[in-house]
């Protein structure tokens, strides 16, 4: 049983850690949020693992339903196409590596092996552990954290509509955004005046050509 | 859970992750991937909450709560970032953060 608890566990932390790794590492955004999702769902399960029910349902609702979501849109309207396959990370990125390295091996790694928890010896198996489940949560929430309940009602109240105070946008202001089709339309006209520039400079006719989709719209 | 996993490893667990979002949070371009980051490093933090919670005091509701607090934190910090990121990207047509340097509209 205790090994198949080892495994279970070695297999959620291998998979959270890949997917996290895989979220710094992967050039495309929309593979990085994608595996963003995947790095929420391995948390789940490590909730569901540490016997902490609500909280997995929650993490998959709020974080896998609310906040993927969230990032996918905000990808999706703020892409550029000619941005695209060029290099995710700065150039600094070797010192910030080091650094966290650093910071895991040398200063939180030895210090969470070596200090000694005075964890509490678990009950012995079968006998049933007194565990606080939704009930109890439900219940705090009115009694003792009900202040903290409203507060992060409002909280989120407010950080709603600073969202869209923030995002908003006057129609007078609004600029023309191409659509993806005529983005990539734009851009392979652009290829193919390059390509035909080059050899033959003189000829006239295709950058007349390519002046006609730019105001398309 | 208690007796075959023990807590360090859980929370080596948690201190990878947040590391990981750390690198990512520090070294990425993308203002949306800075984000991506900022959200592993809540993960991990929630993560060792839990943990605590489970082995320390597992009658007690006190863990659970300060995680679900956290992570309503979390998704109004992400909604904001995300409509700062999109106003910044209105106004500068670019989402990355070395050429985003004055904060005047």
């Not at chain 1, 990370?89 to 070596?114: Q, S, Y």
């Not at chain 2, 995680?67 to 670019?94: C, D, K, N, Q, T």
């Amino acid at each position: 049983m205790e090994v198949v608890v080892q495994i279970v566990f070695g297999l959620i932390a291998l998979f959270i850690l890949v997917a996290a790794v895989m979220v710094v590492a992967v050039r495309n955004v929309i593979h990085s949020a994608l595996w963003l999702i995947a790095c929420f769902f391995g948390v789940g399960a490590l909730y569901l693992l540490l016997e902490a029910e609500f909280l997995a349902v929650v993490q998959v609702l709020v974080y896998v339903g609310a906040v993927s979501v969230l990032i996918l849109f905000a990808i999706m309207l703020t892409r550029q196409i000619s941005g695209e396959g060029s290099r995710q990370l700065t150039a600094r990125w070797p010192v910030v590596l080091a650094i966290t390295v650093l910071l895991f091996a040398t200063v939180m790694a030895p210090t969470l092996i070596n200090q000694q928890w005075n964890v509490p010896p678990a009950p012995p198996l079968g006998t049933p552990e007194p565990l606080a489940g939704p009930a109890e949560l439900g219940r705090g929430f009115v009694n003792e954290f009900l202040i903290q309940f409203q507060v992060v009602g409002v909280l989120l109240t407010v950080a709603l509509i600073g969202a869209i105070v923030i995002a908003f946008e006057e129609r007078a202001r609004r600029r023309k955004v191409l659509t993806l089709a005529e983005e990539l339309e734009l851009k392979r006209l652009r290829a193919r005046d390059a390509q035909v520039a080059t050899p033959e400079p003189i000829e006239a006719e295709p950058v007349a050509q390519e002046t006609r989709p730019a105001n398309k719209g | 859970m208690l007796n075959a996993v023990p807590l360090p490893a859980v929370l080596t667990l948690a201190a990878a992750l947040f590391c990981v979002g750390l690198f990512g949070a520090l070294s990425r371009r993308n203002l949306i991937g800075v984000l991506m980051g900022v959200e592993l490093m809540l993960n991990a933090v929630n993560i060792n909450l839990v943990a605590f919670w489970r082995y320390f005091e597992p009658r007690y509701i006190t863990g659970q709560t300060f995680a679900i607090f956290i992570i309503a934190v979390a998704a109004a910090e992400a909604a904001v970032g995300l409509a700062m990121v999109i106003a910044v990207y209105r106004h500068y047509v670019s989402v990355n953060a070395d050429e985003i340097d004055q904060l005047r509209g």
